[in-house]
């Protein structure tokens, strides 16, 4: 049950904050609509992949989302850890974030 709990809420701070990060904030910076949508697509397929990591190594989930909240990692840094086939569309979608960032 705590497994669960925990998920669920890693799952709405990182998964939902991916989502957001990887395609909100790359359309403000108008970034193609081509990059937005491959980079949405990774973050919406990496979803399993971070759950299962957070099932299995829950501190792990914890620390992350603690990690991204306070801004000490970014979320495409842990996008990028966790689903390593998602450093194509990353590396697409990087320049617009860090444009934003600056």
């Known amino acids: 049950m705590i ?4 998920v669920s809420l890693v799952s709405f701070f990182v998964v939902e904050l991916l989502q957001t990060e990887l395609s909100d904030k790359p359309a403000a910076a108008r970034a ?3 990059v937005i949508t491959q980079a949405s697509q990774c973050a ?8 299962d990591r957070v099932t299995s190594d829950p501190w792990w989930g914890v620390a992350t989302t603690a990690q991204i909240w306070s801004g000490t990692t970014s979320p495409e840094t842990v996008l990028g850890e966790s689903a390593p086939s998602c450093a194509p569309a990353l590396q ?3 320049p617009f974030l860090e444009r934003l960032r600056a």
């Open 44 to 51: 919406r397929a990496a979803s399993p992949v971070l759950a």
């Open 92 to 94: 697409a979608v990087r």
């Open 3 to 6: 497994q669960d709990i925990i």
């Open 32 to 34: 193609l609509q081509a």
